[in-house]
C-alpha cells in the first residue's frame, strides 16, 4: 500500500537560514508523483512544489526545492533563506501507484517555526 | 489568479442533521476532489470526481456521503445524517489534468462542527 511518513514533527530554524523537512513514501508502482503543500495557521493548503518519478532534474520553485532520491525512496524539502512567514504546517504527499492514481496520499506533517 | 472558493467557511450543525458543502472549482478543471482534515490530524482523501460521475472514493466516504455537480460551477458534499467524528475541516480541490505535473489546488476549506 502507498504510504508517506514525515518524521519531524516539529522543527525549528532561524530566519535567514536553510531548512530540510524530510520526507519518505512508499510504493511499488514505477510511475508516481510528489508534492508538497504549506498549511499556514489560516488553515488553506497552498502548493509548493512537484516532482515526478520520471523526472531527471529535482524539482526548483524559487526558495523551494526538492531533494529527491528515488533509490532512496525519499523526496526532502529544502527551503533556502527561511522567512517568518514560513512559520506553518508542511505537508508532502503522493499521488498515483497502486493505491490509486487521483487521489493525493499525505503524510503527517511537520510543524516549521522561524525564529526572527 | 483563478482559485477555487468554498462556502460556508465554517458551518455548525446538530447531530444527525444534514449538510451540504459548496464548492466552486477553477473554471477549465476536469477533476473535482473532497478532502477531510480532523483537527490535528493528517489530510485525507474522500472522493474524486470526473465527467459527472465519481472516480475513486475512500472507505472513509460511506453511504452518509454524496456528490454532485449540479451545473457548470458547483462541486458539493452531502452529509446526510451528520454523526460528532465528522467534525473536521473538509477541503474542496480541483486539477486540470490526472496525470503527470497536475497539482490540485485547494478550497480555503469548510470547518464542519457538529454538537
Known amino acids: 500500500a502507498q504510504k508517506i511518513t514525515q518524521t519531524q514533527p516539529g522543527m525549528f530554524v532561524q530566519e535567514k537560514e536553510a531548512v530540510t523537512l524530510d520526507c519518505t513514501y512508499d510504493?511499488?508502482?514505477?510511475?508516481?508523483?510528489l508534492f508538497w503543500y504549506k498549511q499556514p495557521s489560516s488553515g488553506e493548503m497552498i502548493f509548493l512544489i512537484y516532482?515526478?518519478?520520471?523526472?531527471?532534474q529535482n524539482a526548483t520553485e524559487g526558495r523551494y526545492s526538492l531533494n529527491f532520491q528515488k533509490a532512496r525512496k525519499s523526496a526532502n524539502l529544502v527551503i533556502s533563506a527561511s522567512q517568518l512567514g514560513d512559520s506553518a504546517m508542511y505537508f508532502c504527499?503522493?499521488?498515483?501507484?497502486?493505491?490509486?492514481?487521483?487521489?493525493?496520499?499525505f503524510g503527517a506533517g511537520t510543524r516549521l517555526a522561524v525564529h526572527p | 489568479e483563478p482559485e477555487v472558493t468554498q462556502t460556508p467557511s465554517h458551518q455548525v450543525t446538530q447531530m444527525g442533521q444534514e449538510v451540504i458543502l459548496r464548492c466552486v472549482p477553477i473554471?477549465?478543471?476536469?477533476?473535482f476532489y473532497w478532502y477531510r482534515q480532523i483537527l490535528g490530524q493528517k489530510v485525507e482523501f474522500l472522493v474524486s470526481?470526473?465527467?459527472?460521475?465519481?472516480?475513486?472514493k475512500s472507505e472513509i466516504f460511506d453511504d452518509q456521503f454524496s456528490v454532485e455537480r449540479p451545473d457548470g460551477s458547483n462541486f458539493t458534499l452531502k452529509i446526510r445524517s451528520t454523526k460528532l467524528e465528522d467534525s473536521a475541516m473538509y477541503f474542496c480541490?480541483?486539477?486540470?489534468?490526472?496525470?503527470?505535473?497536475?497539482?490540485?489546488?485547494f478550497g480555503p476549506g469548510t470547518r464542519l462542527t457538529v454538537l
Open positions: 480541490a480541483s486539477s486540470l489534468r490526472l496525470a503527470g505535473h497536475n497539482e490540485q489546488f
Open positions: 510504493t511499488s508502482d514505477p510511475s508516481y508523483g
Open positions: 516532482q515526478g518519478s520520471y523526472d531527471q
Open positions: 504527499a503522493m499521488r498515483g501507484g497502486t493505491g490509486g492514481y487521483n487521489k493525493l496520499i
Open positions: 473554471s477549465n478543471h476536469l477533476y
Open positions: 470526481f470526473y465527467n459527472n460521475e465519481i472516480s475513486e
